[in-house]
């Protein structure tokens, strides 16, 4: 039952928020929304609190709902919540609560802040339901819920280039849910199902290796463009520097996760035998995006592109830690998202507040920051220095251990993806060191001669980010304990290699 | 409490004092002033208990999380090292954080620097204590990134922004090694647990490849070449911070690591040699570049350098305990140094010698102090630095094979040149006739800042007695830390021809610098012999270009193609559309040609049947 209110609450209340007068809306959907994150947070009680383990690879959700949906095509709504699901529906609720609730006191230029908190519901719905559902069919459906609102969130409320960039997002990821479709046909054509589990259980249901392989090749790209993976990133960064601070926000901390979660329960879920033989490709290009997003980063002179090329660099140690497809890297994936999620959700928040301030997010303009704001020039501090992956920071455990797993996968290759992605952290600490170098230190610049105080909508949004990315990284086990034992069975008790020999 | 808590709380208790200061507003200075200090007092008196109470080495964890079949535990590890370690942690700290008050009297940001300080505490002791590479691993690098917040404190330095990045990056980028190490390590042994660790043998080849791995992040923290370049550069940070970094955090968790994980290094003979010949390299260039420098700080700061590499030279001569020896007195008399230099600048107004002179009659504590901290330095009998300094030679010299003789000859050198820089800088701050209207009338400084300094001054000359108790021996594991035999007298000797030669040159003018004498060598003294440069055109402006170029690609090709794709499938589109936006007669011409091509194809198709 509470699988199904996640959804209903914020798909019913979006319609509403829509039909209210501006401010009443806002308010209706910031409730609704912190309704929504308080029943999420009910999906971790468990129907079953002991259950039997089940040998093999096997998803047991905690909580499930398995009903027929469109009898005639035998289609099924099955949803589910699991360890790997939860930390992220949860994450997903609250970055939308946090920007309903920043949306209260500050609208964009465009105006009409109710349809803007409308359009985050019905974005939620989508989100958390590709994180529940179990039917690649229901998955599909969830996947592509997202992309329109989130199209007309850039086009309306973005800035300059907002037209293009808007376009450029949905067409890029257009292309990517066109393949996805194909391989999830692929998928049902050659097993007569669609059900995740099932197909999960038995390693993709008896297809043979070359259909699992196209079946995975076409996954993986279409995650792929979602991540974004390099090199077919770049619609994130226009899409970044374009949309308004809750699209930022919203993109970053919890869009870009449908790719690698995609990734890890269906491609590497279903199709495993696929996924062991094209890792080392993917582990090469998530290194490769390590090394050219943070290089970029280094380049970059204007602010919401430098933060949007770093996520580029941190979903490549994600992906690299799926691309190991062992427990380590899994987990690390898993720990990586949420940190990021948390982390850039912040950046973004910052970004935003600085550019309305100083009315310029070009970093040979802004300077001196802690002069005059140091509040902001601090808390722009504590983000920058998680996202370089400071150990005792939520962002620390998934790059670290996205190395152990490379070097632990052994051979000349992974050795070698693993110290080319330890430099990149090398490098991710040069460009955030050199960014608040640029934006906190020194004389103070024009643009930020008069800046005003933090208001309470910014203090009530950035408080939990900050809270979380400190204690994630205290105490990592809130985030994988649960994992674990998912991850553990979803990769054959620790390694999912064996599996192409 | 039982030592099992009293364990863990050494690093929580100043972490809890950060996080709390962390979250005062800027003005409350006496209430960030009580963290600060109850903070590391707390620690302080922590490690005073622990170290009465604790005989044997004891364990603690609790498993933080678990990757796949890896687990990450929190926990301590504590022995005697440990605790001698923390003891010299929680007395630096608490004098560091007395001292500011005073020093930092009039700075509107102290509530956050006090808290960055105990953050920093914090960090260094749960570097001591950890049981657990990883966790190691946190403090290791929180003790950077507060080095970083506090090197770029002062804001009237144009130029504390830069070198707070560069003394970041610079160990970052040894720590890419130290982090591959522990990972070849943990892997190695299925647990990131010290003991695990140390109990698991590796290969040879694997061995040495971990443990030049680490050295990577231990010549890093630890200021040795070729990762040094930060460390003089620091001195942009307030003083107190530069006493913290230098004696008892920071440079020394670098020896301390290598100390801890001894068995890792020693069991092969390349570590060591590298060790070795880091130390000589790193002791003498040191030493060269601390005898050009006019500003005060920037000569401790490389003789931090020099003396770091003493430690490194007892590590690569089989002798981890008497590294520490020298690690704990070193703690002693360089904090001491860098608080009395603060004394001196807060009196003069400036870091220049040049502008110095005279000062014993005006400031005779803070003289006294600094003479006691100075005789520890060159290693003047019985201060605490003779023996820990006479223990690394005698250790060189009982050693067999090349590494202990590189030691030991660069060694002896060093004392030659560390007697003189020393000399040098005594003699241009304290003595001859002062060389600046401040330096004309100066003052003792408030009994926050003096305090400190005196009582530091203790451990400074008389710490070195401890190497006669039996106890001592054992608690840093090592034999025979006293050696009053005829070897002693190469070092003394040369001391007194550093310090003579000194003060001869100085006599002849006491107005000048006796850094003349080093004639067309000085500039590249002071530029330390210009590694920076090279270091600037090797490493970072082609990492800059690199950069550039990689967004050029990225933007012009990579996201060309995207872009191209999309324009030239609109052009696409608008010429099919083109070609349908006919006029009237060519479309009807059109329409009856498709009419009668459909027909003739039917009759064709039709015939055929």
Known sequence: MILVAVLAIPAVFAVVVALLGDRIGRIVGTAAATLTFLTSLLLAVRDDPDPLPVGGRAIQPWQELNVPWVPGLDLRFHLGVDGISYPLVVLTTLLTLLCCVYTLWMVPDAGRGRLLTALLLVIEVGIVGTFLALDLVLFFVFFEVVLLPMYAVIAVWGGEGRRHAARKFVLYTLFGSVLLLVGVFTIVAATGTADIIRLTATSGAGMSRTTQLVAFVLLAVAFAVKSPLWPLHTWLPDAHTEAPTVGSVILAGVLLKMGTYGLIRVAVGVTPDGAARVAPVLGVLAVAAILVGSLVCLAQTALKRLIAYSSVGHMGFVLLGIATLSAVGIQAALIGNIAHGLITGLLFFLAGAIKDRAHTGDLTRLGGLRETAPTLAGILGFAAIASLGLPGLAGFWGEAFAVVASFQRGGPLWTVLAVAAAIGGAVTAAYFLRLLRKVTHGPAAPSVASMPRLSPAEFVSWAPLIVLTLVVGLLPALVLGMAFDPVWSLTYDGSLVWFSR | ?609
């Open chain 2, 1 to 609: 409490m039982s030592i099992d808590t009293l364990g863990p709380l050494l690093p929580a208790v100043p972490f809890v004092a950060a996080l709390l200061g962390l979250l005062l507003p800027q003005r409350s200075r006496t209430v960030a002033a009580v963290l600060g200090i109850g903070g590391a007092a707390g620690a302080l008196l922590i490690a005073i208990d622990l170290a009465l109470r604790v005989d044997e080495p004891y364990s603690t964890s609790v498993e933080l999380v678990r990757f796949g079949n890896l687990p990450v535990m929190f926990g301590v590890l504590i022995d005697q090292p440990t605790l001698l370690v923390a003891l010299a942690v929680g007395v630096v700290a608490l004098a560091v954080q007395v001292y500011s008050v005073a020093y930092l009297a009039d700075d509107d940001r102290y509530a956050p620097y006090a808290a960055q300080v105990s953050l920093f505490t914090a960090a260094m002791l749960l570097v001591v204590v950890s049981g657990d590479l990883i966790v190691l691993l946190v403090g290791w690098e929180v003790m950077g990134i507060c080095s970083y917040l506090l090197i770029g404190h002062d804001r009237r330095l144009p130029e504390a922004p830069k070198a707070a990045v560069k003394a970041f990056i610079v160990t970052r980028v040894g720590d890419v090694g130290f982090l591959l190490g522990i990972v070849v390590l943990g892997v190695n042994a299925g647990s990131f647990q010290i003991a695990d660790v140390v109990g698991s043998p590796l290969s040879t080849t694997e061995g040495t490849v971990a443990a030049l791995l680490l050295l990577a992040g231990v010549a890093g923290k630890s200021a040795q070449f070729p990762l040094h370049t930060w460390l003089p550069d620091a001195m942009a940070g307030p003083t107190p911070i530069s006493a913290l970094i230098h004696a008892a955090t920071m440079v020394a968790a670098g020896i301390y690591v290598v100390a801890r994980l001894y068995p890792v290094f020693s069991a092969s003979p390349v570590p060591l040699a590298v060790l070795g010949v880091m130390a000589a390299i790193t002791m003498l260039l040191g030493a060269l570049a601390a005898t050009a420098q006019d500003d005060i700080k920037r000569v401790l700061a490389w003789s931090t350098v020099s003396q770091l590499a003493y430690m490194v030279g007892a590590l690569a001569v089989g002798a981890p305990g008497v590294a520490l020896f020298h690690l704990l007195t070193h703690a002693a008399f360089k904090a001491l140094l860098f608080l009395a230099a603060g004394s001196v600048i807060h009196a003069v107004g400036s870091n220049l010698m040049s502008t110095m002179g005279g000062l014993r009659r005006g400031m005779p504590v803070t003289f006294w102090s600094t003479t006691i901290g100075l005789g520890a330095l060159i290693g003047l009998p019985p201060l605490a630095g003779f023996w820990s300094k006479d223990a690394i030679l005698a250790a060189a010299s009982e050693e067999t094979g090349w590494v202990a003789v590189l030691v030991f000859v660069s060694g002896v050198v060093t004392v030659l040149v560390t007697a003189w820089y020393a000399t040098r800088l005594w003699l241009r701050t304290f003595f001859g006739e002062p060389r600046s209207d401040a330096a004309r009338h100066p003052h003792e400084p408030p009994g926050a800042m003096a305090w400190p300094v005196a009582l530091l001054a203790v451990p400074s000359a008389l710490l070195g007695f401890a190497a006669f108790s039996g106890g001592f021996e054992t608690r840093l594991g090592v034999h025979d830390l006293v050696h009053l035999d005829a070897s002693i007298l190469v070092p003394l000797v040369v001391l007194t021809v550093g310090v003579l030669a000194a003060w001869l040159v100085w006599r002849r003018d006491t107005a000048a610098d006796p850094a003349r004498v080093l004639g067309p060598l000085r500039p590249v003294f002071a530029n330390a012999f210009y590694i920076d440069n090279v270091q600037d055109a090797l490493v970072v402006q082609p990492v800059r270009a690199l950069a550039r170029s990689v967004r050029r690609v990225d933007e012009s090709i990579v996201d060309g193609a995207v872009e191209g794709t999309g324009d030239g499938t609109l052009r696409l589109g608008e010429a099919v559309a083109g070609v349908h936006r006919a006029g009237l007669s060519r479309a009807a011409t059109a329409v009856l040609a498709g009419a009668l091509l459909i027909g003739l194809a039917a009759v064709a198709l039709g015939g055929v049947q």
